[in-house]
T-cell receptor, first 110, second 115 residues
Framework: DAKTTQPTSMDCAEGRAANLPCNHS???????VYWYRQIHSQGPQYIIH???NNETNEMASLIITEDRKSSTLILPHATLRDTAVYYC???????????FGKGTRLHILP | DSGVTQTPKHLITATGQRVTLRCSPR?????VYWYQQSLDQGLQFLIQ???????AKGNILERFSAQQFPDLHSELNLSSLELGDSALYFC??????????????FGEGSRLTVL
């Protein structure tokens, strides 16, 4: 079973920042937080991952709370092409069973 | 383009039949993962191989089997097909067997329709 909890769906206005929350209250010290997204029925796409420090790349920023029990994925300037299902996953280095939950369906509104 | 190639893209077959789905990982990736996604369902992890060896198993049915060949491509065999096996089957690859930096790169999927 997935170890994360995400809202089923969210809306965001185009051009605004999209903030997608994820709860992982049972996360262990050696588990990383990963984010992927799936646009329509395409193959999922890796976005970002982190352990305890905040991370940023060309796609998004990942903010992890100090207690590591939750995190937020931030898409700084959402576009219509960001409409997708976003998956938050926690993963141990040795755990090869990468389990996807139901994710958050993000709708970007024009 | 993720660099992961899956064939065929679409496949229509009848109940009771057997099909083989093929996956070519990104160049240099040693791990291959298989996932099943039924209509409006999440991604279900089936199985993972690393450098030819099975590394992890999910909820893969006994009617399904997979293998990874010496050239690192993988095949997922689905037999005695049922209507409920209709789904998108995704293959993903990564450099590592596991590890925190082993992000997955997914192919575009093979859409199986069982009539």
């Amino acid at each position: 079973d997935a170890k994360t909890t995400q809202p089923t769906s969210m809306d965001c206005a185009e051009g605004r920042a999209a903030n997608l929350p994820c709860n992982h209250s049972t996360i262990s010290g050696n588990e990383y937080v990963y984010w992927y997204r799936q646009i329509h029925s395409q193959g999922p796409q890796y976005i970002i991952h982190g352990l305890k420090n905040n991370e940023t790349n060309e796609m998004a920023s990942l903010i992890i709370t100090e207690d590591r029990k939750s995190s937020t994925l931030i898409l700084p300037h959402a576009t219509l092409r960001d409409t997708a299902v976003y998956y938050c996953i926690v993963r141990v280095g040795k755990d090869d069973k990468i389990i996807f939950g139901k994710g958050t369906r993000l709708h970007i509104l024009p | 383009d993720s660099g992961v190639t899956q064939t065929p893209k679409h496949l229509i077959t009848a109940t009771g039949q057997r099909v083989t789905l093929r996956c070519s990982p990104r160049s240099g990736d040693l791990s291959v993962y298989w996932y099943q996604q039924s209509l409006d369902q999440g991604l279900q992890f089936l199985i993972q191989y690393y450098n030819g060896e099975e590394r992890a198993k999910g909820n893969i049915l006994e009617r399904f089997s997979a293998q990874q060949f010496p050239d690192l491509h993988s095949e997922l065999n689905l037999s005695s097909l049922e209507l409920g096996d209709s789904a998108l089957y995704f293959c993903a690859s990564s450099v590592l067997a596991g590890g925190p930096t082993g992000e997955l790169f997914f192919g575009e999927g093979s859409r199986l329709t069982v009539l």
